[in-house]
Structures are given as structure tokens and as C-alpha cells.
């Protein structure tokens, strides 16, 4: 694995001048792209796209800006795309093949260059069915009056949206020029340009290098609130001042992180709370994160997710994952960047309860990938696997537990100057796991020689030296629940003062219940009718597996309601596994499939 990786990382130096010598066989650097740096590498792609919400379909071009002229195939990545012409600089046509259609990869798009060529430009249509957009009726939004397009690129669904190198490993600047029908706005991943005085012609720019699957739009009748002089929040005018008010610490966050980690280098920090349908908590779009309106609790309880994004700024988007084998690099130092936002915001119980709990996903999800015989490694050979089927939590808290012994390593004084050397030595790049590993070899040489790097990175399971994150609190927690629901005590308790995550862990910690304690546990912590979508995730699947009375109309409105992955994932396999409730998830998938990203289609299918 390292071998393989460390030839990946060598792709800078592979780019082999076009030519009679040019080299036939692609040299391929992601197991998940078509891509072939010696080719060439994209440096900047300018879009040219039409909306159009009847068709359900991006119309226009992409042109794509290479680093240097060079003559030969040029192999893109394309997913459902419909080709109509290439083009060089001058309007000239290049002939083109599209190849056949593979299941995770898509179709190569090769376009012959007979003389040296920097520029082509490729006329197409999108898909109805792209893989990264999401069409939605007006039904589907909280206002009902428009409909509303919002795109989820990664890991690699950005090829949906255009003919592209699509590998993290090449990162590409943008500009894109958008026409949307009246009444709508729209925003991107990038910067708004100029307003042109036509309100339905847009344009962006992205001055900043970023992977393709950071490529992100949204269309629909948004309203904006100003947050702080550097942050704005934008959502559907019903949603956008419950938005403001959930989000409204975000300046507070951004400075915490830049006290952390360094300077914001992205100028803006915008974020869009979208229709229920997105099927992400959030996703780290740079300049606009995208987040899941079941954030909204009401009482910022779980704003984390928001940290979570932010904290993206700097690790997974300031630096990202040369492919998915290394998407640890993003999503494990991501939380650990997240818990010290915390842990600056709300304080050390706070971050160390957060700790505590994502050990226990972290064990649940050992324990069923083992069980269905997949890999628990951070980074393994992932050839032919696609991205969306390995996403799990392994990455997040294994990832965040394997940074956190580093830090032990050193002590934490040290560990925030490897921090700032980290986040300087690879500034806008794509990392491989290996090249990692030798700069903590160079930067901290004690924290390589006491841990053991290559069973962290590349065996399955978990380190039996992994740290630990104590809470007290989460202790007599974990006591109360082993007790419950016989144990008197429990009437002492207020649970009115709980956390998000100290409710999450009790539930976490109590053993199956039947029906009538179910009932109980859900009164008990005020579960029925809690604004907090991950709390009524945990006790609607709780209530489906105790076949609760009279639940089916709960579990219907909570699915035809959520479009969050993570929520709608646990609920219906509770319900698949009660046989009194299996057909009712049979109808509510048929039903509700529609509405999904083919993402969270994809982890419903699997069930
Ligand atoms: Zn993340």
C-alpha cells in the first residue's frame, strides 16, 4: 500500500512532454478516475450552464485549461453526460470517443489532440438522472413555491456535473457563468461576480485551487442574513431567521479556529441550509458549506456539525485526500479540528464527552464492517469499490483517535507547531497517506518511533494502546443506564440540563427494551416531540424495533420528512428487522426514494 501510494504522490513528476515518445498506456494516479496526469493537468475550468428545471438538466460547456500544451488522448471523467462536440481554442472540432459505461468509474471520455493543445472546450448536456444533483419538486422545499436544485459532488459525482479529471489529486481553480430562471438565486462554491443587470445570468469565480468534488451548486428562491463580517447564512425565506438564530455563533467559531490553526485563507465563510433532501449533516463546500435543515434544532445543540465544516477550511479543504484510499486525511483530522473548536467554546468536558461518544459509533461500525466482511484500515486498496459504498465512520473517529496518540506522543505544545508545519508544507495541495507518514517521520521522529504508524494506517481494527476520553459525567450516565429502567434512582434525575451528547450516549449505553419502557424512555427524555432530529433518530428506531403502539405515523412522517443519510439509515433498518413494521419501510422506501441522493438510495439499498 505504501509502495503504491508513494508512486501515486509521484504524479507531479510525471508529466511527460506530448510527442513522438508520448506514452500510450494511461498513468493512472486514483483507483476512482480516469485521470492521466502525463496528459496533462487541469489548472482551471470555466462553466457555461443553462438551468433548466423542466428537462432537469445542466446545458452548456466546460473549458478546461491545461498546465501546458501537450498532443495526444486527453482522458476525462464523464457519468451520464450526453456529448455534443469538442472544441479546441479556435472553435475547431476534436474528434472524441466516449467509452463504455463502468459501474463506479463511468464512462471515459477521450478526446484526440493532433497538435499541441493547453485549452479544449466540450459542449454537453447533464443527465436527468446525474448523480450529483438532486432535482426537487416545489413540494419538496418549506415554501412549496419553487423547485430547487442543489448538487453533492463528492467523493466522485463531480463527473455528473462535467467532463472533468475528476481525482482529488488535481485541483483546479473555476469560473462559471449560470443562467436561472426569474424569481430564483443562486450560489456556488466560489465567490458571486459582478451582478451583470440581468438577475437570471450569474456568474462565479473560485480563485483557489480546490479538488472537483468541492464543486458546489444550489438553485432556488433563497433570502440571506449577515452573521458577522465574514459570514452570512443563506436558506429558503421560511427557514433563513430560524437559520440565523441556530448559526449565530459562527464568527465566534471562525476565530476560535483561526486561534487554532492559522489564518482563514478562503476570505468568506458562507454557509446554505438546504431542503431536507441533502443527505449530509453538512458538506464542506469551500466558501459556501452545505448543511441538512435537521440541524435546526432550536437550541444550538447541534451546531457541532457547523465546526465540523468549518474546521474543513483547514484540514480537507486547505488540504485534501489525494483520493478516497486517503479520506482519513480529511474526515479524522477534521473531528479532531472539531473537538478543539469545541473544547475552546464549550470546554474540555465538552470536547472529551464528543470523544467518548464517537467511540462508541467508531465500535458499533468496527463491529458491523467486520461482520460484512469489509476493511476497517484507514487507507486500503480501494480499485474497483465504490466511495459511496466504503463511507463509513472508520475515517472520522479511528482517524481522529490515531491524531490524538500522535498528539499524546509529543504533548499537545508540540503537536500545534506540527500543526502549523502540516497546514504550511501541504497549503492547497492533495496528500497521499503515505507522504504523511513521512513528514510525521521528519517532524516529530518520537511520535513515529513510540507509535506504531503502519498498524494505525494500514491494518483493521483498532490499536489496542488507542487513547481513551473519560467524562465523569458520561460514567454515572453509563451507570444509570445499565440500572435502567428498574433502578429508582432514575426519578431523581433531571434530564431537562442533558446535552445533545450526553442524551445520545445514555441512549447509546441501554440495553433493548420493550415496548412499554420504550414508551416510558421516550417521556422520560421528552423524545417524542424533541426539536432535535439525531435524539428522535435514536428513539424512533429504539420505538420501531419495540413495534411501540401506534408508531407507524411517527416513523412515516420522520422518513417522508428527512433526506439525512444518517437519520433515515437506522430507522428503516429498525423497522425492516420488525416484522410487524418490515412492509410499511418496504412502502416508505418506494415512496420516498425520489426525494434521496443516489447516495443515501445506495446505503438504503443495502440494508
Ligand atoms: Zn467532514
Redesign the pocket.
Known amino acids: 500500500m505504501i509502495e503504491r501510494r508513494q508512486a501515486a504522490g509521484a504524479g507531479n513528476r510525471l508529466c511527460i512532454a506530448g510527442g513522438p515518445d508520448y506514452i500510450f498506456e494511461p498513468v493512472r494516479i486514483d483507483p476512482h478516475s480516469f485521470a492521466d496526469p502525463s496528459q496533462g493537468k487541469t489548472t482551471h475550468v470555466a462553466f457555461d450552464w443553462s438551468v433548466d428545471f423542466d428537462a432537469r438538466v445542466l446545458r452548456g460547456s466546460v473549458t478546461l485549461t491545461l498546465d501546458a500544451p501537450r498532443r495526444g488522448p486527453l482522458d476525462l471523467d464523464t457519468r451520464g453526460l450526453t456529448i455534443e462536440a469538442v472544441e479546441d481554442g479556435d472553435a475547431g472540432t476534436l474528434r472524441f470517443e466516449l467509452g463504455e459505461d463502468q459501474p463506479v468509474l463511468g464512462r471515459r471520455l477521450r478526446i484526440f489532440r493532433n497538435e499541441p493543445l493547453g485549452v479544449v472546450t466540450i459542449r454537453y448536456t447533464t443527465s436527468p438522472e446525474a448523480s450529483a444533483l438532486m432535482w426537487l419538486e416545489p413540494s419538496q422545499t418549506a415554501s412549496g413555491n419553487h423547485p430547487f436544485l442543489l448538487s453533492q459532488c463528492q467523493a466522485i459525482h463531480a463527473r455528473s456535473i462535467a467532463p472533468l479529471q475528476d481525482t482529488p489529486a488535481i485541483r483546479i481553480t473555476y469560473d462559471a457563468t449560470v443562467a436561472i430562471p426569474d424569481g430564483l438565486s443562486a450560489v456556488m462554491s466560489a465567490a458571486p461576480g459582478q451582478a451583470a443587470g440581468d438577475a437570471s445570468q450569474l456568474s462565479f469565480h473560485m480563485p483557489q485551487p480546490i479538488p472537483p468534488y468541492l464543486l458546489a451548486i444550489a438553485v432556488g428562491e433563497l433570502d440571506s442574513r449577515d452573521l458577522g463580517p465574514r459570514t452570512r447564512v443563506h436558506a429558503e425565506p421560511t427557514v433563513v431567521d430560524a437559520a440565523a438564530q441556530e448559526f449565530a455563533e459562527v464568527e465566534q467559531m471562525l476565530e476560535a479556529a483561526e486561534g487554532l490553526f492559522g489564518p482563514y485563507e478562503w476570505e468568506r465563510y458562507d454557509f446554505i441550509v438546504l431542503p431536507p433532501s441533502f443527505p449530509l449533516g ?1 458538506m ?1 463546500n469551500p466558501r459556501m458549506t452545505f448543511l441538512t435543515p435537521t440541524l435546526l434544532a432550536g437550541d444550538r445543540s447541534l451546531v457541532s456539525v457547523l465546526a ?2 468549518l474546521a ?1 477550511s483547514w484540514t ?1 479543504n486547505l488540504i485534501t485526500n489525494a483520493t478516497n484510499e486517503d479520506f482519513w486525511l ?2 479524522g483530522w ?2 479532531y479540528a472539531e473537538r478543539r473548536i469545541v473544547e475552546v467554546l464549550y470546554g474540555k468536558e465538552a470536547a472529551a464527552q464528543q470523544a467518548r461518544l464517537g467511540r462508541v459509533t467508531l465500535d458499533e461500525t468496527l463491529k458491523s464492517r467486520e461482520k460484512a466482511g469489509k476493511r476497517t484500515a484507514l487507507s486500503y486498496d480501494q480499485a474497483g469499490l465504490d466511495p459511496d459504498g466504503e463511507f463509513s465512520k472508520i475515517p ?1 473517529e479511528k482517524g481522529f483517535l490515531f491524531v490524538s496518540a500522535l498528539e499524546r506522543a509529543v504533548g499537545r505544545a508540540r503537536f500545534d507547531a506540527f500543526i502549523k508545519h502540516y497546514l504550511s508544507t501541504f497549503r492547497f495541495q492533495s496528500l497521499t497517506t503515505a507522504q504523511f507518514a513521512e513528514l510525521v517521520g521528519e517532524a516529530l521522529p518520537d511520535a513515529a518511533a513510540t507509535v506504531d504508524i503502519d498498524a494505525w494506517l494500514f491494518t483493521d481494527g483498532l490499536p489496542a494502546d488507542a487513547p481513551t476520553f473519560e467524562s465523569e459525567r458520561l460514567a454515572k450516565l453509563s451507570e444509570l443506564a445499565t440500572a435502567w429502567p428498574d433502578d429508582p434512582a432514575r426519578l431523581d434525575q433531571t434530564t431537562s440540563d442533558w446535552t445533545t451528547t450526553e442524551a445520545l450516549f445514555f441512549l447509546s449505553q441501554l440495553s433493548e427494551l420493550d415496548a412499554p419502557d420504550t414508551e416510558a424512555l421516550g417521556d422520560w427524555l421528552g423524545l417524542r416531540d424533541t426539536g432535535n432530529a439525531e435524539l428522535q433518530c435514536v428513539w424512533l428506531a429504539r420505538a420501531a424495533a419495540a413495534d411501540v403502539d401506534g408508531i407507524a405515523d411517527e416513523l412515516t412522517a420522520f422518513v417522508g420528512r428527512v433526506g439525512r443519510t444518517k437519520l433515515v439509515v437506522p430507522v428503516l433498518q429498525a423497522m425492516l428487522e420488525q416484522p410487524a413494521l418490515s412492509e410499511l419501510a418496504r412502502q416508505l422506501i418506494e415512496r420516498n426514494h425520489v426525494r434521496w441522493h443516489s447516495s443515501t438510495r445506495l446505503a438504503v439499498a443495502t440494508l
Do not use: L
Request: aromatic content about 10%; charged content about 25%.
Open positions: 453538512g464542506e465540523h465544516e474543513h480537507g480529511n474526515e477534521t473531528v472520522y
